[in-house]
Each structure stands twice: as C-alpha cells, then as structure tokens.
C-alpha cells in the first residue's frame, strides 16, 4: 500500500495569513497516460465528518472557496490557504487514490488561530 | 440534495456483532461505490472497506478480513457492514462514504460503535 505522510503535525497562523501543509507519498500517484495526479484533500472540523476539498492534486470541489488551492506532483503535494479564516480551523488529511482500493490517508495536519 | 445516513452502531462486548446500516439519498444509489471509513477516538481515517457500483467487487482492509461484510441493497438503497467477532480496537465512528475512483465526495455523519466490556 502506498504510505502517505504529512508535515507539520500542527500548525497555528494568525488570521489572514497563509497556511501551508505537506503531503508526500510513498511511491508517485502520477498516472502517466492522463498525466493526473491521484491526490485529494479533505478538511474535517470537530465534531463533523471530512469534507472534500480538493481532488486531482488542484481541483477545488464545488463550493469550497478559492483560498484553498492544492498543488504539487509526483510525490509531493501541497494544500495552501492564502488568507486563513477563523472557519479554517479544523484537521486537513490528504489521501492517494492511485492504487485503489485501498485507497490510503496521510495521518492529518491540524490548523488552529494563532 | 444527497444524504447519507448511518445506523446500527453502539456499546458491543468484545466478540460480539453489530451490522450499520447507511441509508443513501438524493441520488443514483447504483452508479456509485461506496465505502466505509472509520475513524477511532482522536485518532486519523482507516478505510475499512469498499463495494463496487453493482456489489461484484468487494474490498477489506486486512485486519477486518474475515469478521466483516459489506453489501447493498439497491432495492433500498441501503449500504452495509455486518461485523462480527468485535475488538476493542474496532472501537470507531464509522462513516459511509460515496465515492468515485476512490475519491470520497460525500460523508455521512458516522455512527460510533464501541467495543467493550
């Protein structure tokens, strides 16, 4: 199975600012042949179920607001928020779903207010 | 408008079964995976097990080969997971997800079980 990690752990921002989380897998989820990277993000506030963020590395969900942008390729992905809310708070977890099933979670990053 | 909504789950002694029952609305419950994601007190996600669009693929993941089931009822439009010979380390809110390509677009709120004596 492809092993997903993530860094930092934590992370505190002050209102406004970026918040920038990691995401590295174990092997690349690059797929040659649709050059798509098979990468997602989720948000998961306490005491709520995750949320689609983003999939395909960089495509928002419909709905989620255009300060969350994902990046990267390969194996190395990035989920940015350019101006962080006070709605933000919450626990981000990206996941691969190249080799699926199963598919795979990083272990979650979580963004507080500083 | 989609809903998902899981049931079945609470206090099980350890050995004991249980079987969640999700209920999918607000859209085509055949056109779509589904899978079960479980996520243990403070702790990350697990994914626990998928079924495909028409049930002919099932997937678990391996340490709850062989004690649990997934299937579907499209009749009903119903998802399940019957579990059985119970850990403490099952103890979870297990969410049902829909899915497509392994990609989870929508979350039910989760049932918990927990696993104790």
């Known amino acids: 199975d492809i092993v997903m990690t993530q860094s930092p752990d934590s992370l505190a921002v002050s209102l406004g600012e970026r918040a920038t989380i990691n995401c590295k897998s174990s092997q690349s989820v690059l797929y040659s042949s649709n050059n798509k990277n098979y990468l997602a993000w989720y948000q998961q506030k306490p005491g709520q179920p995750p949320k689609l963020l983003i999939y395909w590395a960089s495509t928002r969900e419909s709905g989620v607001p255009d300060r969350f942008s994902g990046s990267g390729s390969g194996t190395d992905f990035t989920l940015t928020i350019s101006s962080l809310q006070a709605e933000d708070v919450a626990v981000y977890y990206c996941?691969?779903?190249?080799?699926?099933?199963?598919?795979?979670f990083g272990p979650g990053t979580k963004v507080d207010i500083k | 408008e989609v809903q998902l909504v899981e049931s079945g789950g609470g206090l099980v002694q350890p050995g004991g079964s249980l079987r969640l029952s999700c209920s999918a609305s607000g859209f085509t419950f055949s056109d779509y995976a589904m899978h079960w994601v479980r996520q243990a007190p403070g702790k990350g996600l697990e994914y626990v097990s998928a079924i495909s669009s028409n049930g002919g693929s099932t997937y678990y993941t391996d340490s709850v080969k062989g004690r649990f089931t997934i299937s579907r009822d499209t009749s009903k439009n119903t998802l399940y997971l019957q579990m059985s010979s119970l850990r403490p380390e099952d103890t979870a809110v297990y969410y049902c997800v829909r899915g497509w390509g392994g990609v989870g677009d929508f979350w039910g709120q989760g049932t918990l079980v927990t696993v104790s004596s």
């Open positions: 996941q691969q779903y190249f080799n699926t099933p199963p598919v795979t």
